[in-house]
């Protein structure tokens, strides 16, 4: 089995700071994923990465993917109480067939 | 307007029930899966269904599970015997046709076994 490690598993800050979650795994990533869940909805694509050192942004989101395709962590700058939820990371395999990770659970205190 | 649609949001059964989960996609699409979340856990694949046939399962899909497009647009889970373990959020996700187009998942339908 594959396993994602993502840290922290809860994280809980005030609005205006910054913050920076990762996903880790012990073998190499194809391609990997970030997706946002919201209570009550199903996660929703962010990003996906695919070369190893690639760096995107999505507004206030700068998603990296590591060097040796092994590791990805998501920064976001300015949090906003909007940016609450579940983020998760996925491996992708064949078929599209996703891997979650544990996630972290993001609160961003007005 | 969502790309896929589940029913029920809401499925409350007894231990021992069959239940039948329902996933409408918006257009036609090739490619169907779905994928489980306990509460508090992580997001779990077990199945995806590629040209009307399974394409892949995890050890979750067992023979208590199957899959099916009846009609040829909607495409169902059925678990049979209900365990009080099978309660969680269900997600139907949908590839559109073409390229290496991302899925689109359903906002779910959470079953509670009783």
């Known amino acids: 089995t594959q396993l994602l490690e993502q840290s922290p598993q809860f994280l809980s800050i005030q609005e205006g700071e910054n913050l920076t979650v990762y996903c880790n795994s012990s073998?190499?990533?194809?391609?990997l994923q970030w997706y946002r869940q919201e209570p009550g909805e199903g996660p929703v694509l962010l990003v996906t990465?695919?070369?190893?050192?690639e760096v995107k942004k999505l507004k206030r989101l700068t998603f990296q993917f590591g060097d040796a395709r092994k590791d990805s962590s998501l920064h976001i700058t300015a949090a906003q109480p909007g940016d609450t939820g579940l983020y998760l990371c996925a491996r992708v395999g064949g078929n599209e067939k996703l891997t979650f990770g544990t996630g972290t659970r993001l609160t961003i205190i007005p | 307007e969502p790309e896929v649609t589940q029913t029920p949001s809401h499925q409350v059964t007894q231990m021992g029930q069959e239940v039948i989960l329902r996933c409408v996609p918006i257009?036609?699409?090739?490619?169907f899966y779905w994928y489980r979340q306990i509460l508090g856990q992580k997001v779990e694949f077990l199945v995806s269904?590629?040209?009307?046939?399974?394409?892949?399962k995890s050890e979750i899909f067992d023979d208590q599970f199957s899959v099916e497009r009846p009609d040829g647009s909607n495409f169902t889970l059925k678990i049979r015997s209900t365990k009080l373990e099978d309660s969680a959020m269900y997600f139907c996700?949908?590839?559109?046709?073409?390229?290496?187009?991302?899925?689109?998942f359903g906002n779910g339908t959470r079953l509670t076994v009783t």
């Open positions: 996700a949908i590839r559109p046709r073409g390229g290496n187009s991302p899925l689109h």
């Open positions: 269904f590629y040209n009307n046939e399974i394409s892949e």
């Open positions: 257009s036609n699409h090739l490619y």
């Open positions: 990465v695919v070369t190893g050192g």
């Open positions: 073998s190499v990533f194809s391609s």
